[in-house]
T-cell receptor
Framework: SQQGEEDPQALSIQEGENATMNCSYKTSINNLQWYRQNSGRGLVHLILIRSNEREKHSGRLRVTLDTSKKSSSLLITASRAADTASYFCATDDSSYKLIFGSGTRLLVRP | NAGVMQNPRHLVRRRGQEARLRCSPMKGHSHVYWYRQLPEEGLKFMVYLQKENIIDESGMPKERFSAEFPKEGPSILRIQQVVRGDSAAYFC?????????????FGPGTRLTVL
């Protein structure tokens, strides 16, 4: 079964609004990462948060991690049409194998 | 520093043919990973290789699939006697040899279509 599961599966917002996506996982992790995938394209690494970190920022991105609840959230502030993409969380419980969720498809309407 | 390169970007094969997917890791990276993505799904781990060694192939189907990462040249994912169910996007990722974090850099993928 999937280690990481994102919700919602799909999200549609207006440009300028904030977008929040959540990821839950089942087992202990070393790191949790968020990736973006534009339609039909490869994955772009957004941010990595370690298991001993609780929050991390990168530009308009804010990631939180709650290991007690085995969950993470990705917040994109002041969204733009160019943020339209699928967003995946990936966890690793070993030194190398990334386990991806099924993704949140974000649509930012201009 | 070029990113992870994969070729071809699109590959069409008929059932029963062979598919060869190539991946050149980022410069200085000696760890290569292959993942498969079915439509509307996340990526699934297939295999992890270092130069001339397969470290973990637990995600690879037991038959028809093989992977290698030779001392010289790109990593190759080989699918023999393809079937329609092999149609997917195949992504390669690489990481440096001594990374404290498991940050993997992904290539653009090869989209395999089996007719």
């Amino acid at each position: 079964s999937q280690q990481g599961e994102e919700d919602p599966q799909a999200l549609s917002i207006q440009e300028g609004e904030n977008a929040t996506m959540n990821c839950s996982y089942k087992t202990s992790i070393n790191n949790l990462q968020w990736y973006r995938q534009n339609s039909g394209r490869g994955l772009v690494h957004l941010i990595l948060i370690r298991s001993n970190e609780r929050e991390k920022h990168s530009g308009r991105l804010r990631v939180t991690l709650d290991t007690s609840k085995k969950s993470s959230s990705l917040l994109i502030t002041a969204s733009r049409a160019a943020d339209t993409a699928s967003y995946f969380c990936a966890t690793d419980d070993s030194s190398y194998k990334l386990i991806f969720g099924s993704g949140t498809r974000l649509l930012v309407r201009p | 520093n070029a990113g992870v390169m994969q070729n071809p970007r699109h590959l069409v094969r008929r059932r029963g043919q062979e598919a060869r997917l190539r991946c050149s890791p980022m410069k200085g990276h000696s760890h290569v990973y292959w993942y498969r993505q079915l439509p509307e799904e996340g990526l699934k781990f297939m295999v992890y290789l270092q130069k001339e060694n397969i470290i973990d192939e637990s995600g690879m189907p037991k038959e028809r699939f093989s992977a290698e990462f030779p001392k010289e040249g790109p990593s190759i994912l080989r699918i023999q006697q393809v079937v329609r169910g092999d149609s997917a996007a195949y992504f390669c990722a690489s990481s440096p040899p001594e990374s404290s974090y498991n940050e993997q850099f992904f290539g653009p993928g090869t989209r395999l279509t089996v007719l």
